[in-house]
Nanobody, 119 residues
Framework: QVQLVESGGGLVQAGGSLRLSCAAS????????MGWFRQAPGKEREFVAA????????NYADSAKGRFTISRDNAKNTMYLQMNSLKPEDTAVYYC????????????WGQGTQVTVSS
């Protein structure tokens, strides 16, 4: 059974940094793309960044480019999101997700971790 467990959220001042982690278990993820999404109160969930587990190919939402970095550690089966220069509008619940390459949607989701950026 696939499990994705996020950690690393918290309260930070604007301009600060946080690193989120997503520990993945239950299968080999070499055929998966892993992503970070976020959902702010009253808003729809939105894409933040993704990484292809096998080759490390990444892509980012415009709001994340230049500030966030997605990475993975194959040995630890863990994905990270380094977030720098945080803004109050980054406040949201952040979710990690896994998509089997070739399928249309993300198949597995974590429970989320809260990130709050104060002004």
């Amino acid at each position: 059974q696939v499990q994705l467990v996020e950690s690393g959220g918290g309260l930070v001042q604007a301009g600060g940094s946080l690193r989120l982690s997503c520990a993945a278990s239950g299968r080999t993820f070499s055929n998966y793309r892993m992503g970070w999404f976020r959902q702010a109160p009253g808003k729809e969930r939105e894409f933040v960044a993704a990484i292809t587990w096998s080759n490390g190919w990444t892509n980012y939402a415009d709001s994340a480019k230049g500030r966030f970095t997605i990475s993975r550690d194959n040995a630890k089966n863990t994905m990270y999101l380094q977030m720098n220069s945080l803004k109050p509008e980054d406040t949201a619940v952040y979710y990690c997700a896994a998509q089997y390459i070739g399928t249309a949607r993300y198949n597995y989701w974590g429970q989320g971790t809260q990130v709050t950026v104060s002004s």
